[in-house]
């Protein structure tokens, strides 16, 4: 178990990168904490498995370094960091039984045999597959290979991190939920540092003490799922994150106000220096209420999704999603006002503070 | 539920059955008919029944040219498939290498065999080729012409030569399959560079494998122009495998009732070899 120090990483798949394109990770300087749980949220090919490999050493950064607990590893081979890792696919030998790929990392590692058994039967039982012991890899069903995986992940009880990238891609739906939670268990119960890497926000959520979230090879915003939720710091975040996303609107500001086309809307507080820059204002479909008074709509569509209402609206031209609680009705002659409280102002994509 | 049997289907086959007939079945039964006639020639034949089959299992000289065919066989695998494996796991993965490995290797397998055979003649005789002069210019003494081992390590030598690249290919083609994830997951749990191909590679190529031994077995065990163009199965009848005796049989002598049955027996025996090795390997395969 150990801290992790990213200090300034950055990485290229090109031999000489020269712009800020050309990089898969622009710029990564960070900290895991030991013994957090962090969930990497990101869409694809925005250097969330870049970063993992580069923390477990299957990839050397173009530039900057990486500390365990204060210690250079940058140099060092997978095998020498100690660490887990648990990838999108599952990952078995074939030609071994279920007991054999659980004992392999630790065999490799020179552990009494008697030691590598207690252990073995330790986590054959945390994930479930003692039944299946001593049955070949082969044949079983990308579940099972997949739970093998984890297994493998979690057999080292003295390694500095465990990473997974997301593990629970082929994993049925019923099963994932069960997994996690059991992650989440074994999380609490030994306390490594763990590092998840997802591309569904529940996944992220439910999972982590913090969630990192990555656009473009860079991140963008850490946080817990609260902050991410009410306090986005970048556009991205609110889209990506919440269902629907954050409905972001270009705004003229004017002091404590914004002004939407014809419209204005009262901010909690003055905006800082954003000249020449493009300022959005971004509010959650949750903060927006739908009655007959305030700004007039027009209503496109209503979606029912059950538990409540998704409202499709067109405001000053711009589309705007608001959540209807699942017994409301829609007026006929609707207006929306906005809660000051979910109010954020953007300015080149990037949230900034209101004062006041 | 009940299905409605309509028996017309049948007729689709009819094509396939009409060419295996045309290419297989019929040429196939005017062997079996040489095999159980005798002739005195004029077009003559008479009944001779399993004689000529007793004849040929009984005969040393198709023991010996069997076993020699055995021995061949053993001994290239014994060569091929390890060193193929070799190679295969030492070409690069990716990058500019690949295309130009991936041609060398196929070189040897685009020549016909008679130009292999001719190639090895000229590059092994003593007088003007440049490996028989070259060793015996080091005081090697090598005559293919003279000496049964010279003249047997040339053909196997030239066999390797020639179809080692299959096994390389087929072992490759395995080996590409493998995703990035196990070579790094296998880093993660610190295996040994053993462990990776015990546990990994070899698994993987299991199935190739299965079919470059099936193909190289059956290839060697039937091998006839390589070794006639370079030894013509001799010193004596040092390298006279199974074909060349039976093509001496049948062409030379004009012994169609022997060299019938001779034929026979040795595709029975291909084919019983075969799917031994078959059902040794997918057994062994099915146990993991």
Same mark, same amino acid.
């Given at each position: 178990?150990?801290?992790?120090?990213?200090?300034?990483?950055?990485h290229a798949y090109l031999p000489n990168p020269s712009r800020d394109e050309d990089y898969a990770l622009r710029e990564v300087h960070h900290s895991w904490e030991d013994g957090g749980a962090y969930a990497l949220l990101g869409p694809s090919g925005c250097g969330k498995t870049t970063l993992l490999n580069i923390?477990?050493?299957?990839?050397? =950064?173009?530039?900057?370094?990486?500390?365990?607990?204060? !210690?250079?590893? #940058?140099?060092?081979?997978?095998?020498?960091?100690?660490?887990?890792?648990?990838?999108?696919?599952?990952?078995? *030998?074939?030609?071994?039984?279920?007991?054999?790929?659980?004992?392999?990392?630790?065999?490799?590692?020179?552990?009494?045999?008697?030691?590598?058994?207690? @252990?073995?039967?330790?986590?054959?039982?945390?994930?479930?597959?003692?039944?299946?012991?001593?049955?070949?890899? @082969?044949?079983? #069903?990308?579940?099972?290979?997949?739970?093998?995986?984890?297994?493998?992940?979690?057999?080292?009880?003295?390694?500095?991190?465990?990473?997974?990238?997301?593990?629970?891609?082929?994993?049925?739906?019923?099963?994932?939920?069960?997994?996690?939670?059991?992650?989440?268990?074994?999380? @609490?119960?030994?306390?490594?540092?763990?590092? *998840?890497?997802?591309?569904?926000? #529940?996944?992220?959520?439910?999972?982590?003490?913090?969630?990192?979230?990555?656009?473009?090879?860079?991140?963008?915003?850490?946080?817990?799922?609260?902050?991410?939720?009410? !306090? =986005?710091?970048?556009?991205?975040?609110?889209?990506?994150?919440?269902?629907?996303?954050?409905?972001?609107?270009?705004?003229?500001?004017?002091?404590?106000?914004? !002004?939407?086309?014809?419209?204005?809307?009262?901010?909690?507080?003055?905006?800082?220096?954003?000249?020449?820059?493009?300022?959005?204002?971004?509010?959650?479909?949750?903060?927006?209420?739908?009655?007959?008074?305030?700004?007039?709509?027009?209503?496109?569509?209503?979606?029912?999704?059950?538990?409540?209402?998704?409202?499709?609206?067109?405001?000053?031209?711009?589309?705007?999603?608001?959540?209807?609680?699942?017994?409301?009705?829609?007026?006929?002659?609707?207006?929306?006002?906005?809660? =000051?409280?979910?109010?954020?102002?953007?300015?080149?994509?990037? @949230?900034?503070?209101?004062?006041? | 539920?009940?299905?409605?049997?309509?028996?017309?289907?049948?007729?689709?086959?009819?094509?396939?059955?009409?060419?295996?007939?045309?290419?297989?079945?019929?040429?196939?039964?005017?062997?079996?008919?040489?095999?159980?006639?005798?002739?005195?020639?004029?077009?003559?034949?008479?009944?001779?029944?399993?004689?000529?089959?007793?004849?040929?299992?009984?005969?040393?000289?198709?023991?010996?040219?069997?076993?020699?065919?055995?021995?061949?066989?053993?001994?290239?695998?014994?060569?091929?498939?390890?060193?193929?494996?070799?190679?295969?796991?030492?070409?690069?993965?990716?990058?500019?290498?690949?295309?130009?490995?991936?041609?060398?290797?196929?070189?040897?397998?685009?020549?016909?065999?008679?130009?292999?055979?001719?190639?090895?003649?000229?590059?092994?005789?003593?007088?003007?080729?440049?490996?028989?002069?070259?060793?015996?210019?080091?005081?090697?003494?090598?005559?293919?012409?003279?000496?049964?081992?010279?003249?047997?390590?040339?053909?196997?030598?030239?066999?390797?030569?020639?179809?080692?690249?299959?096994?390389?290919?087929?072992?490759?083609?395995?080996?590409?399959?493998?995703?990035?994830?196990?070579?790094?997951?296998?880093?993660?749990?610190?295996?040994?560079?053993?462990?990776?191909?015990?546990?990994?590679?070899?698994?993987?190529?299991?199935?190739?494998?299965?079919?470059?031994?099936?193909?190289?077995?059956?290839?060697?065990?039937?091998?006839?122009?390589?070794?006639?163009?370079?030894?013509?199965?001799?010193?004596?009848?040092?390298?006279?495998?199974?074909?060349?005796?039976?093509?001496?049989?049948?062409?030379?002598?004009?012994?169609?009732?022997?060299?019938?049955?001779?034929?026979?027996?040795?595709?029975?025996?291909?084919?019983?070899?075969?799917?031994?090795?078959?059902?040794?390997?997918?057994?062994?395969?099915?146990?993991?």
């Open positions: 178990m150990a801290r992790i120090d990213l200090d300034h990483i950055r923390i477990s050493g299957l990839l050397t =950064p173009s530039e900057g370094r990486i500390l365990f607990d204060g !210690r250079d590893v #940058t140099g060092l081979q997978p095998e020498e960091r100690n660490i887990a890792q648990v990838f999108q696919f599952p990952v078995v *030998y074939d030609t071994m039984t279920v007991a054999d790929n659980l004992a392999f990392p630790l065999r490799n590692r020179g552990m009494a045999e008697a030691d590598v058994k207690a @252990r073995v039967a330790e986590v054959l039982e945390m994930i479930d597959l003692g039944a299946i012991a001593h049955r070949k890899a @082969r044949g079983l #069903t990308a579940d099972l290979k997949q739970k093998i995986s984890l297994g493998r992940g979690l057999v080292r009880a003295d390694v500095n991190a465990i990473l997974f990238d997301e593990p629970l891609t082929v994993i049925d739906p019923h099963m994932k939920w069960q997994l996690r939670s059991q992650l989440k268990l074994l999380h @609490r119960r030994f306390g490594h540092t763990m590092v *998840y890497v997802t591309h569904d926000q #529940t996944e992220a959520l439910t999972f982590a003490d913090k969630v990192v979230v990555m656009y473009g090879g860079e991140i963008v915003q850490i946080g817990t799922p609260q902050e991410l939720f009410e !306090r =986005p710091s970048h556009t991205f975040v609110g889209y990506f994150i919440g269902s629907p996303g954050m409905n972001v609107l270009p705004v003229a500001l004017d002091g404590a106000r914004a !002004r939407l086309g014809a419209q204005s809307i009262a901010l909690p507080g003055a905006a800082g220096a954003t000249e020449g820059k493009r300022t959005e204002l971004g509010i959650r479909p949750e903060f927006i209420q739908l009655g007959t008074a305030g700004m007039p709509v027009s209503i496109r569509a209503v979606e029912d999704i059950g538990r409540h209402k998704i409202v499709r609206a067109v405001i000053e031209g711009h589309e705007l999603a608001i959540v209807l609680a699942e017994d409301s009705s829609v007026p006929a002659d609707p207006h929306v006002t906005f809660d =000051p409280a979910g109010i954020n102002i953007y300015a080149d994509d990037w @949230r900034v503070k209101l004062g006041g | 539920m009940d299905k409605s049997w309509n028996n017309k289907a049948w007729f689709m086959v009819l094509p396939m059955l009409l060419l295996v007939a045309f290419s297989a079945v019929i040429p196939l039964m005017t062997v079996v008919n040489y095999s159980v006639q005798d002739t005195f020639g004029n077009n003559q034949f008479f009944w001779a029944g399993t004689a000529w089959f007793s004849d040929v299992l009984s005969s040393s000289r198709f023991h010996d040219a069997l076993l020699r065919n055995l021995a061949f066989s053993g001994i290239i695998l014994l060569i091929e498939v390890p060193l193929g494996i070799f190679i295969a796991l030492n070409m690069p993965r990716r990058g500019i290498g690949v295309p130009f490995c991936l041609v060398f290797m196929s070189l040897p397998l685009l020549i016909p065999w008679n130009v292999v055979g001719t190639i090895w003649q000229v590059f092994g005789r003593v007088d003007i080729g440049l490996l028989g002069y070259t060793l015996n210019g080091l005081g090697v003494d090598y005559n293919y012409v003279n000496d049964p081992f010279d003249a047997w390590v040339t053909v196997l030598v030239m066999d390797v030569w020639h179809w080692t690249s299959l096994v390389v290919l087929l072992c490759y083609a395995g080996l590409v399959s493998i995703p990035d994830a196990y070579y790094q997951a296998a880093k993660i749990d610190g295996a040994s560079r053993f462990s990776v191909f015990r546990y990994i590679q070899l698994p993987k190529m299991n199935r190739v494998l299965l079919i470059a031994v099936l193909l190289r077995f059956m290839d060697s065990f039937m091998i006839y122009t390589e070794p006639f163009v370079v030894t013509g199965g001799g010193p004596g009848n040092a390298t006279t495998f199974l074909s060349i005796d039976l093509v001496k049989t049948a062409i030379g002598q004009f012994d169609l009732g022997p060299a019938a049955a001779m034929s026979l027996i040795y595709f029975l025996i291909i084919l019983l070899l075969s799917w031994v090795f078959y059902t040794v390997m997918i057994t062994n395969d099915a146990k993991g």
